[in-house]
């Protein structure tokens, strides 16, 4: 699945050819964007890992052990750790979760896990196993950041998923 600027994560996201649980299936079937999700719901700041895929603007912020992105959308800032994979705090999870990255050359690369609001695209609801590995990769003259994400969750998917798209 890609999807270029404007797109969102929702676009060209076909149930029939995602390896589904029964479960996450028949949540799915039963899904009414009209009714499940209100346009006054809209207004409420998106989790992970709804919240990356928006068109809007985006900024990467080096604090040295950690990143900030900054996005556009909702006015969220999403805290990334560097420095090593700690294990995500106890206690209540957080919308955007609990993010630790590492750099392999040129990509950034992300795992995500702690998230608190699990709301995939199309009536999908993921579990509290679920697991985000992300990688950001700018193109060589910083026009383009092509963006992979790997979504395992073993209560909404029967093997991990994986989304592509750019900025």
């Known amino acids: 699945w890609s999807g270029a600027p404007g797109t969102g994560i929702c676009a060209n996201f076909d149930l029939d050819g995602q ?3 029964g479960g996450a299936r028949a949540g799915a079937a039963t899904y009414d ?12 700041e998106a989790g992970m890992p709804r919240i990356v895929g928006n068109p809007y603007p985006r900024e990467f912020v ?3 052990n950690t990143i ?3 996005l556009d959308e909702y006015d969220a800032v999403r805290t990334i750790r ?11 999870a957080s919308p955007l ?5 590492h750099w392999e050359g040129g990509p950034l690369v992300v795992e995500t896990t702690n998230v608190g609001e699990r ?7 993921l579990g509290e196993d679920l697991k985000i590995l992300e990688h950001f990769t ?21 093997e991990p998923v994986e989304l592509e798209l750019f900025w």
């Open 19 to 21: 390896p589904l649980t």
């Open 33 to 44: 964007p009209l009714t499940d999700r209100p346009a006054a719901d809209e207004c409420a």
């Open 62 to 64: 080096d604090r040295g």
């Open 68 to 70: 900030l992105m900054r």
């Open 82 to 92: 560097l420095g090593g994979i700690r294990p995500a705090p106890i206690g209540a």
């Open 97 to 101: 979760g609990y993010s630790v990255g």
């Open 119 to 125: 709301d995939f695209p199309l009536g999908i609801l």
């Open 138 to 158: 700018p193109n060589e003259d910083g026009s383009r950041l092509d963006y992979r994400m790997r979504v395992t969750d073993p209560t909404a998917f029967l």
